[in-house]
């Protein structure tokens, strides 16, 4: 089994800044892809930022050119950096991964537990 743990999302003002990790723990051999997601109350999930385990990165537009997404191999851990935050940002965010847990096993996705981010003045 594969743990999810996700930490610093918050209150923010308009313009402010705040860095998510999520740190994957458990049955690992490797890792494929790692994102983001949010979701509003009565809305669909929708795929914030995505990469690659070579580093390609995928991003929504509304987030381009004022979020990053990172990856630490060593440490399992997947981050996103989210500058310029706009009241249209607040929502849950949720990491996932792509997990392979033994050599030539398959490769099963894994949720964060969600952490809320919020984005006012």
């Known amino acids: 089994q594969v743990q999810l743990v996700e930490s610093g999302g918050g209150l923010v003002q308009p313009g402010g800044s705040l860095r998510l990790s999520c740190a994957a723990s458990?049955?690992?051999?490797?890792?494929?892809?790692m994102g983001w997601y949010r979701q509003d109350p009565g809305k669909q999930r929708e795929l914030v930022a995505a990469?690659?385990?070579?580093?390609?990165?995928n991003y929504a537009d509304s987030v381009k050119g004022r979020f990053t997404i990172s990856r630490d191999n060593a440490k399992n851990t997947v981050y996103l950096q989210m500058n310029s935050l706009k009241p249209e940002d607040t929502a849950v965010y949720y990491c996932?991964?792509?997990?392979?847990?033994?050599?030539?096993?398959?490769?099963?996705?894994?949720w964060g537990q969600g952490t809320q981010v919020t984005v006012s003045s």
């Open positions: 458990g049955s690992i051999f490797s890792i494929n892809a």
């Open positions: 996932n991964t792509d997990v392979r847990s033994r050599p030539n096993g398959p490769t099963y996705r894994y």
């Open positions: 990469i690659t385990s070579g580093g390609s990165t």
